[in-house]
């Protein structure tokens, strides 16, 4: 089975995932990227008004196979 390398970008730059992961199918890829995100954005510092937390995955060749995105937005409505 092939090895995919989950790489984040935050506000403080990127975090190279240099062990990766090997899963069963391009599915439950997708499933664990986009499972991450939540729990990365817990574990962030809030600073501003708008955070995004963004994972890319790569394959064993170094080539980028899939991305996702969680941005969180906030503001005073007063």
Known sequence: MP??????YNGDGLTVDDHGQVF???ERLRREAILIL???IRDEM???DRTAITVKVRD???RQVFEASLVIS???CD
């Open 3 to 8: 090895r995919y390398f989950l790489d984040l």
């Open 60 to 62: 064993e060749s170094g």
């Open 24 to 26: 069963d199918s391009r």
């Open 74 to 76: 906030s503001s005073w």
């Open 38 to 40: 939540p729990d990365i």
């Open 46 to 48: 809030i600073e501003n």
